[in-house]
C-alpha cells in the first residue's frame, strides 16, 4: 500500500455538538446530539456509521460537512482543522467534500433543470472553464447512468431511483475525496435500492472515494463499508472492521441490534437479545453508559461510571465495561442462553 | 373449509377526464382463521391499495370496478355502506405506516380507543376508557393509567404504533389489516412490534394480513406469502416455500437484490439489481409486466399474459416457464 493511502483523510476527535432546544413548556436546555466522538477514514475507504434515530449518527455527518457548527473538538480534512476554517479557506476545501442526501424528493430544487442541478457545485465553486464544466456533466450522465437528453429534464420528471442518480452525479461533480453519504437508499424500493448501491462502490473504486456512509440498514453497510462504528445516544460504542463486528459483536448493543435484524427465520428470533424501552432522551444524558437501562446485562458501574471507548484484543474497540480486554462479554459467556435473558 | 375472508376477481380503478386504468386486477385470496399472510411487492404493487379494499377505504378517484368481498361469507361489497362499516370495525380493523399521521392529534390515546367500543360496543364513556386503559395494558404500554390521558405527539413512535394496535384491538377484530407497521420504526422497536402482533394472535386467535416490502419480515411472521407485482398476484405459497424456492423470476431477484449481513462473507459480490422499474399502472404493457425488467422473457412474454399457473399444492406462480407445457 502507497503512503498516501495509509494516511488519514479525515481524523475526528472529540467532536461535540450541543443544540439548545426548549422541549414541552420548560426552560431552554441543551441537546447533547454528540459526545465526544472520535473516529479516522483512510483514502479510498468507507466507514459506516449505525444506528437508531437519535443517535446522532445524522448529526456526525453534518459536522463534518460543516453544516452545523459543532461545539466542541477538531475535524482534520487532510490536515486542516475543519472547524477552524472559515469563510475563503472553507470554500477552497468544499469541492473535496461533498455530500449525497437521504432524500432524492427534497434534495433537489425543483426549478432547476437536472443538467444545471449537477452543474452547480462547480459554477459555486468556480470549477473549470464554461466548456469544461458541460462537458463533465455530460461524462457525469453518462457515468451514472441517466441519457444524455434527460439534462434537460425537471426533477419530478425522473423516478425516485433515478433523482438519486443526480444527487451521485452532483455529489462527485467537483473530483471530491470524501463523499459523506446520509442515508442514500433508504427511501427507495429494494430492487432500485440494489442499482444504486451498485453505483455507489462502483464510483468509489473508479474515483477512489472515500466514504462516510450513514445508514439505519445493517445489511445495507454491511455491503459498503470497510469499517463500521455503531453509534447510541451521541456516542460510539464500538468502532470495528466489518468482518469481525458481523462476526462477533462486542457491545452487548451491536449484539442486539444484529439481533434483531428480521429475516433469520423463527429459530433466529428465539435466539436474540430483546431490547425494552426506547433509547432515553438525549436531554438527560444518564451518569453512567447511555444503554444500561436498557441493557439485559448492566450493573452498577454501568450505571454510574461512563464507559470509554477502549482497545482490546486485536485492535477492536468498543465501550462496555461488561467486555474483558480479550473481547469476551456476557453476552458471549451466556451464549445459547440469550433468548431467556430477557425479563 | 370456508375461509374467514374471501376476494374474488377483485379490480380497483382509478378514472380520470381522459382515461380509466386498474391499480389492481384478477385478484383472488382467501385468508384463513388464524394465519398470518404477507402480501409483499415495491410501490406501486397494489398491495396497499387492497388493504384499503378491505376496510372500504380506496381513495378517490379509485373506486371498486369489479369483484366480490366476503366475510364469513357474507358479502361485503354489494351489501351496502352500513352494514360494511358494521362489519368492517367489529371484525376487520388495520394500523398504518404512519402512526403520527394515522392517529388523530386532538384527542387522547385513552379517547380514540374509546370511541370504538361505545361506537361498536355501546359502552358508556366511562367503561369505554376503562377498557381503553385494558387495552394499553395488553399492549405493553407502561403506567396505562396516565398514558390513556395523553396525546399522540406526547409518546414515542414506538408507544405510538402500540397505541394504534390498542385502537385496533379495541373491539377483537377477527382480522387485523397491518400496512407496514414497522417500516417508520427503528429496528430493536420493529423486533418489539412483531413480537407484539404474534402475542395478540396466539392469545386471541387473530388472522392477520401483514403488508410489507421486507422479505426479512415475510420470513419471520408470515404463514402465507403473496408477491405482487403492478397491481396483479404474481407468486402465492406457503412463505418457507417461497423463499427457499420461489417459482417466478421476480420473487427470486426480490430475494437476491437484498444486501444481508453475512458474517462469513469475505469479499463484497456485486449485487443482483432488477434494471429499469415498475411500469406505471395507466401504461402496462400488453404481456406479462415484468417482461422488460425480466433476465428470462421470450416472445410469449412479451405478447401475451401469463395466468396464474398451480405449480405445486397450495402454490401458484404467474409465470409462462411455470406453466406445465414449459416444464415438461
Known sequence: MSKEAEKNLLEVKDLRVSFPSRHGA??????????????????????????????????????????????????????????????????????????????????????????????EPMDLLGIGTEAERRQRV??????????????????????????????????????????????????????????????????????????????????????????????????????????????????????????????????????????????????????????????????????????????VSGGRRVACHRVNDEGIGPHHEFGEAVSRVEA | MQPLLSIKDLRISFRSRTSQFAVLEDFDLDLQKGETVCLVG?????????????????????????????????????????????????????????????????????????????????????????????????????????????YPHQISGGMRQRAMIAVALACSPQILIADEPTTALDVTVQAQILDLLEEVQERLGTTILLITHDMGVVADVADRVVVMYCGRKIEEGPAAEVLADPRHPYTSALLACIPRPDPEATTRMKLLDIPGIVPAASARPAGCAYAARCAFAFDKCRAERPPLFEVAEGRSAACWLASKEHSQ
Open chain 2, 42 to 150: 415495491e410501490s406501486g404493487s397494489g398491495k396497499t391499495m387492497t388493504g384499503l379494499a378491505l376496510m372500504g377505504l380506496v381513495p378517490s378517484p379509485g373506486f371498486i370496478s369489479n369483484g366480490a368481498i366476503s366475510f364469513e361469507g357474507r358479502e361485503m361489497i354489494a351489501a351496502g355502506r352500513n352494514r360494511a362499516a358494521e362489519i368492517r370495525g367489529k371484525n376487520i380493523a388495520m394500523i398504518f405506516q404512519e402512526p403520527m399521521t394515522a392517529l388523530n392529534p386532538v384527542f387522547t390515546i385513552g379517547e380514540q380507543i374509546a370511541e370504538m367500543l361505545r361506537y361498536h360496543e355501546g359502552l358508556g364513556r366511562k367503561a369505554a376508557i376503562e377498557r381503553a386503559v385494558e387495552l394499553l395494558r395488553a399492549v405493553g404500554i407502561p403506567e396505562p393509567e396516565q398514558r390513556v390521558h395523553e
Open chain 1, 26 to 119: 420548560g426552560a431552554k436546555r441543551m441537546v447533547h446530539a454528540v459526545n465526544d466522538v472520535s473516529f479516522s477514514l483512510r483514502r479510498g475507504r468507507s466507514l459506516g456509521i449505525v444506528g437508531e434515530s437519535g443517535s446522532g449518527k445524522t448529526t456526525t455527518a453534518l459536522a463534518v460537512m460543516r453544516l452545523v457548527e459543532p461545539s466542541g473538538g477538531s475535524i482534520l480534512f487532510d490536515g486542516v482543522d475543519l472547524t477552524q476554517a472559515k469563510g475563503e479557506s472553507l470554500r477552497r476545501m468544499r469541492p473535496r467534500f461533498q455530500m449525497i442526501f437521504q432524500d432524492p424528493f427534497s434534495s433537489l430544487e425543483p426549478r432547476k433543470r437536472a443538467g444545471a442541478i449537477v452543474r
Open chain 1, 138 to 311: 455530460d461524462e457525469l450522465f453518462a457515468r451514472v447512468g441517466l441519457r444524455d437528453d434527460q439534462k434537460l429534464n425537471f426533477p419530478h420528471q425522473f423516478s425516485g431511483g433515478q433523482r438519486q442518480r443526480i444527487g451521485i452525479a452532483r455529489a462527485i461533480a467537483t473530483r471530491p475525496d470524501l463523499v459523506v453519504c446520509d442515508e442514500p437508499v433508504s427511501a427507495l424500493d429494494v430492487a432500485i435500492q440494489a442499482q444504486i448501491l451498485n453505483l455507489l462502490v462502483e464510483v468509489q473504486e473508479e474515483f477512489r472515494l472515500s466514504y462516510l456512509f450513514i445508514s439505519h440498514d445493517l445489511g445495507v453497510v454491511h455491503y459498503v463499508c470497510d469499517e463500521i462504528a455503531v453509534m447510541y445516544l451521541g456516542k460510539i460504542v464500538e468502532h470495528n472492521d466489518r468482518q469481525s463486528l458481523f462476526r462477533q459483536p462486542l457491545h452487548p448493543y451491536t449484539w442486539a441490534l444484529l439481533s434483531a435484524v428480521p429475516g433469520r427465520g423463527a429459530a433466529g428470533r428465539q435466539n436474540r437479545i430483546r431490547l425494552k424501552g426506547d433509547p432515553p432522551s438525549p436531554f438527560d444524558l444518564p451518569k453512567g453508559c447511555s444503554f444500561a437501562q436498557r441493557c439485559p446485562f448492566a450493573q452498577d458501574e454501568c450505571r454510574n461510571v461512563r464507559p470509554e471507548l477502549r482497545a
